[in-house]
């Protein structure tokens, strides 16, 4: 029988880690946190607050509140009598490696570990534990957690379909769009389309093609559009008006292959460091970040309250 999950324990609560508490507890669930760093408790109470009106806009659930939030004193507190367990530690495996051997041991030997990881894969997470590694799987959200739908889910070699199906199910039942990894990669999916797009956009200043400020504004005012509506492959199956994607391939695939092919491949030098660097300062000179991140966090909450409802749209 699945668990039934009332209390998660967010451990690692940077922004990650805070936007899945913030989103926990909007879903009327108990949430028990804990990070080592100094002030982590206030920082994380400061940013739920912040998170909290967006939330409240896209819907809490019945007994959602702020008061539902403990900070424990140590990680295998955190956990001890949670039912699901979120992990967001940073990146790095030596740390990843005695954090999640503390989790394996005090968590309760039915209860889900996932790992936040944008890179490391669960079969080696699974290799940091001893006792439960069929429990051990990646849970990738996107950032801002508590409002992006998206969380990729990648069960390792040993994490038993029980417990794939039952963390996908519950993410659903937080709102998020849950995506399987079939197969373990670096980067996982979403992160690799990016990288791809990075490393053309990359290539594309390197050679002086264009500045930072003009590629943002040609996926902001183009495809980017159509991104945050439909995939890769269904807009290039609406291009192709009747003959669908057949179409398209048929047609734009020969072009489209030599354009592949005479893609750049850069490597991250100093020197092109510096030139990304100094493009974006040139991009946001005049630019309020503040002012910038709350307008993009708006025009999301907008996003997805529109797409809402809308049945056609994958």
């Given at each position: 029988m699945t668990r039934r999950i009332e209390?998660?324990?967010i451990v690692g609560t940077g922004v990650i880690g805070a936007g899945w508490a913030a989103l926990c507890l909007a879903r009327g669930l108990d949430v028990s946190a804990y990070d080592p760093a100094p002030y982590a408790e206030r920082r994380l109470r400061v940013a739920i607050d912040a998170a909290w009106p967006a939330?409240?806009?896209?819907?809490?659930?019945?007994?959602?509140?702020?008061?539902?939030?403990?900070?424990?004193?140590?990680?295998?507190?955190?956990?001890?009598?949670?039912?699901?367990?979120?992990?967001?530690?940073?990146?790095?495996?030596?740390?990843?490696q005695s954090l999640l051997a503390e989790l394996d041991a005090a968590?309760?030997?039915?209860?889900?570990?996932?790992?936040?990881?944008?890179?490391?894969?669960?079969?080696?997470?699974?290799?940091?534990?001893?006792?439960?590694?069929?429990?051990?799987?990646?849970?990738?959200?996107?950032?801002?957690?508590?409002?992006?739908?998206?969380?990729?889910?990648?069960?390792?070699?040993?994490?038993?379909?029980?417990?794939?199906h039952s963390t996908s199910a519950f993410y659903f039942s937080l709102g998020k769009r849950p995506v399987l990894v079939r197969h373990e990669v670096p980067g996982h999916i979403t992160n690799r389309l990016q990288a791809?797009?990075?490393?053309?956009?990359?290539?594309?200043?390197?050679?002086?093609?264009?500045?930072?400020?003009?590629?943002?504004?040609a996926i902001t005012n183009g495809p980017g559009l159509r991104w945050a509506l439909l995939g890769p492959f269904a807009n290039q199956h609406l291009s192709g008006g009747a003959g669908g994607?057949?179409?398209?391939?048929?047609?734009?695939?020969?072009?489209?292959q030599e354009w592949m092919a005479d893609l750049g491949r850069v490597h991250l030098t100093p020197a092109l460091v510096d030139l990304l660097v100094a493009g974006m300062g040139a991009e946001l000179r005049c630019t309020d970040e503040t002012a910038l991140v709350a307008q993009r966090d708006e025009l999301l909450i907008h996003l997805i309250l529109q797409k809402r409802g809308l049945t056609a749209l994958p």
């Open positions: 209390t998660v324990a939330l409240t806009r896209l819907g809490l659930a019945d007994g959602a509140s702020r008061d539902r939030l403990a900070f424990a004193s140590s990680a295998a507190d955190a956990v001890e009598q949670a039912d699901f367990v979120q992990e967001s530690g940073p990146e790095n495996p030596e740390l990843k968590a309760l030997a039915d209860v889900p570990i996932a790992s936040s990881s944008s890179g490391l894969m669960p079969s080696q997470l699974q290799e940091m534990t001893d006792q439960h590694p069929e429990r051990i799987l990646v849970g990738h959200p996107f950032n801002p957690a508590h409002l992006i739908p998206l969380v990729e889910v990648v069960p390792g070699k040993l994490t038993t379909p029980s417990v794939t791809a797009l990075w490393q053309e956009a990359y290539s594309l200043v390197a050679r002086g093609v264009a500045t930072v400020a003009d590629i943002d504004a994607l057949a179409h398209t391939l048929e047609h734009l695939g020969p072009p489209a």
